[in-house]
């Protein structure tokens, strides 16, 4: 075995998934917002519009990228 053998991750590859499990994402990703929120409130609670406003555009996109197909 080499020591020197690079690991090679691609971070941005297409997956495929089945709606069950595009579901357990969600809803991880869903718990981890909320937890996030809840420890760090203080700080983030500053930026309630900017959050909210970054979430509509985000969102906003997606749905229009759902639309159209």
């Not at 941005?12 to 709606?19: A, G, H, L, V």
């Not at 969600?26 to 760090?40: D, E, F, N, S, T």
């Given at each position: 075995?080499?020591?020197?053998?690079?690991?090679?991750?691609?971070?941005?590859?297409?997956?495929?998934?089945?709606?069950?499990?595009?579901?357990i994402f969600k809803l991880g990703?869903?718990?981890?917002?909320?937890?996030?929120g809840a420890y760090w409130h203080?700080?983030?609670?500053?930026?309630?519009p900017e959050l909210v406003a970054?979430?509509?555009?985000?969102?906003?996109?997606?749905?229009?990228?759902?639309?159209?197909?």
């Amino acid at each position: 075995m080499q020591a020197n053998k690079e690991l090679s991750v691609n971070l941005f590859k297409t997956i495929t998934m089945k709606w069950w499990q595009a579901g357990i994402f969600k809803l991880g990703m869903w718990g981890l917002g909320i937890a996030v929120g809840a420890y760090w409130h203080t700080f983030f609670g500053g930026f309630l519009p900017e959050l909210v406003a970054l979430g509509v555009v985000c969102l906003g996109y997606i749905t229009y990228l759902w639309i159209k197909q």
